[in-house]
């Protein structure tokens, strides 16, 4: 079983930055890949970043460039740094979890990219 927290999201000007962070409890070391996904008001929730436990990313060829993502083992935190920031980026920005077959959630949290 794992729970994640997601934290950081907010409100930030265009061409500026965030980075929000997802804590996962129980047994991170567990975990294959950690994902960000997220979704925009009217719009399918979509894949932006991957980590697996041994440091492969990918990302969405929209954020490429411009996000990264990154994770502390010895915290159990993954992050996800976003600069350059378009009001298209705005979204409610989800962390995922793959252990085995199992996919986990967490609750969210908004990013807003407005003037």
């Known amino acids: 079983q794992v729970q994640l927290v997601e934290s950081g999201g907010g409100l930030v000007q265009p061409g500026g930055s965030l980075r929000v962070s997802c804590a996962a409890s129980g047994s991170f070391s567990s975990i294959n890949a950690m994902r960000w996904y997220r979704q925009a008001p009217g719009k399918q929730r979509e894949l932006v970043a991957t980590i697996t436990s041994i440091g492969f990313t990918n990302y969405a060829d929209s954020v490429k460039g411009r996000f990264t993502i990154s994770r502390d083992n010895a915290k159990d935190t993954v992050y996800l740094q976003m600069n350059s920031l378009k009001p298209e980026d705005t979204a409610v920005y989800y962390c995922?979890?793959?252990?085995?077959?199992?996919?986990?959630w967490g609750q969210g949290t908004q990013v807003t990219v407005s003037s």
């Open positions: 995922n979890a793959l252990v085995g077959p199992r996919s986990y």
